[in-house]
């Protein structure tokens, strides 16, 4: 959040959306309730109906449920969307269960797809692979490895209707002229 300005955040289900929620809460922020994988497909979905760049943050256990939006996005590649996968190799916000990311290379699919993504291990490379996505008009798979870690955060105590309406609000200013969705 250090480096978002007015961007659009589309944020996965669980701990990821309660640690963004607790860092920086603002009306451009969509949390992800219920749904599992589809963080991606919404943010992609957003990119291409506004004039504005689009951030969506998943996490590996989330896009290996719903690996063809990777083969969507390869397809489509808006020039405004940057997909951050926070790959821990588990299930985090349920209780550490492994996923399969240990042998399924997940920047490997994306760049199968004909996506220009990276995987990142360190910090310093994380936050060069920000700044420059952030300049770039290109779709972008970044694949963060991480270590298991939930900060010790309480529920998002807005209402869902709230997010979701705040947040329509907050894009109107972005719909391209040509959508009326
Ligand atoms: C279809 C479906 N199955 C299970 C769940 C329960 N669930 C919520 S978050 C989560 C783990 C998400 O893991 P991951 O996407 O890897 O993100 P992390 O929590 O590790 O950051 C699970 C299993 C759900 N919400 N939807």
């Known amino acids: 959040m250090e480096y ?39 943010g992609l979905g957003l990119a291409l109906s506004l004039n504005k760049k689009v951030i969506a943050i998943e996490g590996d256990g989330s896009l290996l449920m719903n690996l063809g939006t990777l083969s969507t996005i390869g397809y489509t590649q808006p020039d405004n969307f940057i997909l951050y996968v926070i790959d821990n190799s588990v299930y985090g916000s349920t209780g550490n269960q492994r996923t399969h990311t240990e042998s399924t290379s997940l920047c490997g699919i994306a760049r199968a797809c004909g996506i220009d993504a990276v995987e990142v291990f360190q910090e310093d490379d994380l936050r060069r692979v920000i700044e420059e996505s952030l300049n770039d008009s290109k779709s972008k798979v970044i694949v963060v490895k991480a270590e298991p870690y939930n900060e010790k955060v309480e529920n998002i105590p807005l209402h869902p209707m709230y997010i979701k309406f705040r947040f329509m609000e907050s894009i109107k200013p972005y719909r391209k002229k040509n959508s009326n969705k």
């Not at 955040?9 to 929620?21: A, H, R, T």
């Open 4 to 42: 978002i300005k007015d961007e659009i955040v589309v944020c996965n289900i669980g701990f990821p959306s309660k640690e963004l929620y607790h860092i920086k809460d603002r009306p451009e922020n969509f949390y992800m309730l219920g749904s599992m994988g589809l963080c991606s497909s919404i």
